[in-house]
């Protein structure tokens, strides 16, 4: 069955502690898997896109690494801005499908 | 850029009325868009996919006649809440995908929150 999930489902950080967040898929036929942001209230802000196992991409205190069955989202001392639900989502075919997400809370 | 504006931001309504939401792609044409629901704490669930000119697409379980769809130009579509009752009182969200084929990142609107009462 092609599931996309996500873990932990919740995660709380000191400010400047380091940690990953995990997006694991099974599907077939990936053609991409993109990493969004979304605060309260608030539409999905995209981050990144990665379409190949190896490739990474960075932003700012984020990194995006992705495997044939998962990807990472890295963040680096974080800061309490970065506090936000983390979605991603993946396409395969005609398909978008989102995972559950990652509420992260960094604490100051 | 890519951005994409929706309106109401919040609209309130009575049971049995019927409301439209706006989405707009404000700096590039998009031929295809889409409507999500969100529940609070979950993820994004599509209702529909909707491309300029044609009828939308609508996912399992999405009833098409209590939500309408219009893909009517390259920058806007819109969708209407028929006969709205408390329990279609959600997030929605809609997204725009840049270009025809190749990345197919969606971009995403800051979302209408329906109130039902």
């Known amino acids: 069955e092609d599931q996309v999930t996500q873990s932990p489902e919740a995660l709380r950080l000191q400010e400047g502690e380091s940690s990953s967040l995990n997006c694991s898929y099974t599907?077939?036929?990936?053609?991409?898997l993109f990493w969004y942001r979304q605060d309260p209230g608030k539409g999905p802000e995209f981050l990144f896109t990665?379409?190949?196992a190896g490739e990474e991409k960075e932003k700012e205190r984020l990194k995006a690494t992705l495997t044939k069955k998962e990807s990472f989202l890295h963040i680096t001392a974080p800061k309490p801005e970065d506090s936000a639900t983390y979605l991603c989502a993946v396409t395969y075919g005609q398909n978008f499908v989102f995972g559950p997400g990652t509420r992260l809370s960094v604490l100051p | 850029g890519a951005v994409v504006s929706q309106h109401p931001s919040r609209v309130i309504c009575k049971s049995g009325t019927s409301v439209k939401i706006e989405c707009r792609s404000l700096?590039?044409?998009?031929?295809?868009m889409f409507w999500y629901r969100q529940f609070p704490k979950q993820s994004l669930m599509l209702m529909a996919t909707s491309n300029e000119g044609s009828k939308a697409t609508y996912e399992q379980g999405v009833e098409k006649d209590k939500f309408l769809i219009n893909h009517a130009s390259l920058t806007l579509s819109t969708l209407t809440v028929t006969s709205a009752h408390p329990e279609d009182s959600s997030f929605y969200i809609c997204?725009?995908?840049?270009?025809?084929?190749?990345?197919?990142?969606?971009?995403f609107g800051p979302g209408t929150r329906l109130t039902v009462t």
């Open positions: 599907v077939s036929g990936l053609r991409g």
């Open positions: 990665l379409y190949s």
């Open positions: 997204s725009a995908r840049k270009g025809l084929a190749g990345p197919y990142e969606q971009y």
């Open positions: 700096d590039f044409q998009a031929t295809t």
